[in-house]
């Protein structure tokens, strides 16, 4: 038992923000840009429904979007991957 929660300790250590950066924002490690980021989600299937009106012509009713693969962050600046901060914005997204 005590294993288990050590090895959850380690795993748990990797993926938090290096100790030393602020923990309000987050700053790219290569250029020190703090404004601009970019997300990518890659394998992304997106569905739509559309609706076929009576006059022929079609009107998209609900959306949806579901994301298979891995979605990364990048800088806006210098695009180096800084994934690692990706928790840090899906929980600051208000
Ligand atoms: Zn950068």
Known sequence: MKKENELKKSTMKKVQVPSGRPLGRIVCPNCGND???VEVARNV???TIYVQNDDGSFTPNEGDSEVLGKVGLY???CDTDVSFFHTHLTEMIF
Request: hydrophobic share 35%; charged share 10%; aromatic share 12%.
């Open 45 to 47: 299937i997106v569905s």
């Open 75 to 77: 800088c806006g600046q």
């Open 35 to 37: 404004s601009d980021f």
